[in-house]
T-cell receptor
Framework: DQQVKQNSPSLSVQEGRISILNCDYT??????FLWYKKYPAEGPTFLIS?????DKNEDGRFTVFLNKSAKHLSLHIVPSQPGDSAVYFC?????????????FGGGTRLMVKP | DGGITQSPKYLFRKEGQNVTLSCEQN?????MYWYRQDPGQGLRLIYY???????QKGDIAEGYSVSREKKESFPLTVTSAQKNPTAFYLC????????????FGPGTRLTVL
């Protein structure tokens, strides 16, 4: 049973436009959410996070929105750049988990066309 | 400079052989993790360790073993009992204080011939 789902395996966007990556979760105990970016044959790198007490967190071109009632979060990238082309993973941590144990979604491959 | 190293980058193994993947961190992190990524799939947790000399099975521990004799090191052994060992293996670490992200190593691509 997947507790974190990224229902779109891929997304294609034109350079300069907005990219919106979505993530849904089922565990109401999740209290901290993260987005990672991963290039092929490399380890994921941390992008941005949000605590469940907030509904928005912004860092430069990246904004994460959290809708707790819908158990849904999204990552907005504006404007999208070709270098943003990568696989993006959504991850969540449960309140009752030790430390920073994370549950990952299946990932969405973003392709930004020049 | 601090970080997580995994070696080797690419590893080839004959079927039926055990192989050990290295993971070292100098970030002074208490917790370390091993994940496996298969093509088109997310990260699945194999084993994790919150403290030295202690480790726990993740979601797909069968056919794998680990040790945590030092804080800096968390080697993963892929045994011959693992049915589909060909995958990309990622090691991560994090402080145990909450609201910290996991830091990942560059990964090891294991191919069984």
């Amino acid at each position: 049973d997947q507790q974190v789902k990224q229902n779109s395996p891929s997304l294609s966007v034109q350079e300069g436009r907005i990219s919106i990556l979505n993530c849904d979760y089922t565990n109401s105990m999740f209290d901290y959410f993260l987005w990672y970016k991963k290039y092929p044959a490399e380890g994921p790198t941390f992008l941005i996070s949000i605590s469940s007490i907030k509904d928005k967190n912004e860092d430069g071109r990246f904004t994460v929105f959290l809708n707790k009632s819908a158990k849904h979060l999204s990552l907005h990238i504006v404007p999208s750049q070709p270098g943003d082309s990568a696989v993006y993973f959504c991850a969540a941590r449960a309140l009752n988990n030790a430390g920073n144990m994370l549950t990952f979604g299946g990932g969405t491959r973003l392709m930004v066309k020049p | 400079d601090g970080g997580i190293t995994q070696s080797p980058k690419y590893l080839f193994r004959k079927e039926g052989q055990n192989v050990t993947l290295s993971c070292e961190q100098n970030l002074n992190h208490d917790a370390m993790y091993w994940y496996r990524q298969d093509p088109g799939q997310g990260l699945r947790l194999i084993y994790y360790s919150q403290i030295v000399n202690d480790f726990q099975k993740g979601d797909i521990a069968e056919g794998y073993s680990v040790s945590r004799e030092k804080k800096e090191s968390f080697p993963l052994t892929v045994t011959s009992a693992q049915k589909n060992p060909t995958a990309f293996y990622l090691c991560a670490s994090t402080p145990t204080s909450r609201n910290n992200e996991q830091f990942f190593g560059p990964g090891t691509r294991l191919t069984v011939l």
